[in-house]
């Protein structure tokens, strides 16, 4: 069975790495095939309670790796962890067949409680570089999650999400509509330097206004009624 995951894994770096030349250079040279390799194994003395000895074999991989894979994460088949430095991937966190991972990738909790605080991937799912998903909660299949995104809640099948908190943008290929997006930082720049000018503005005018207000009440009542006067002469 370990065998074959790992069979699977190297077909996939294959398969999906337009870099990958032939299966023994994905074999001999792929980080995130080795660390695939490792895990498996860590992963069966995670499941037999032998703890020690399963986590030895994750921080052994790390070390060599760069990336560092929970012995009691479940991994699918055929899954490509590209390039790999940096990917965590917690305890509690399950990852789908056919995924696959960039480097920079955390799958990762957001609190101290125990039990499952991880999240689950389905099949397919593609984590772009960088991406952050933390929290015990699912995402569909055939999801993309883009570079440096950083996802704190669940998604259905087949959606695309971009950005920080992660927002679908796209499901079933077709992009959703944009009337809930939020400002660009050089959208409130702008809104911030019109409502300084309207502030300089307004207290100019209430100058203003007050000034005026002041010179009729030293004029007194007499020169108001003569100005009136002269005005419908
Ligand atoms: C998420 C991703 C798969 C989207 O691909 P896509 O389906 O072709 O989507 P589009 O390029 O049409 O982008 C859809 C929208 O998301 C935005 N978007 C795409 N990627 C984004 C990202 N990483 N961060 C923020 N916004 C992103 C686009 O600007 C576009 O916005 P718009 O509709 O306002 O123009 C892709 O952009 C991505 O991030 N892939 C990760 C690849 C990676 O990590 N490679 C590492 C190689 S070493």
Redesign the pocket.
Known sequence: MIFKDIWLDVKAVKERDPAARNVLEALLLYQGVHALIWHRFAHWFYRHRMFFIARLISQVARFFTMIEIHPGAQLGHGILI??GAGVVIGETAVVGDNCTI??GVTLGGVGTQKGKRHPTLGNNV?V???AKILGAFEVGDNC??????VLLKPLEDNV?A??IPARP??KD?V?LP?NKRTLTLEEYESMKERMAQMEREISYLKEALDSQKASEAGAGPETAVQAGEAEKS
């Open positions: 590209d390039h960039y480097q593609m772009g570089a960088g993309y999650i883009a570079a440096n995104a695309t971009v950005g943008v796209k290929g992009s944009k």
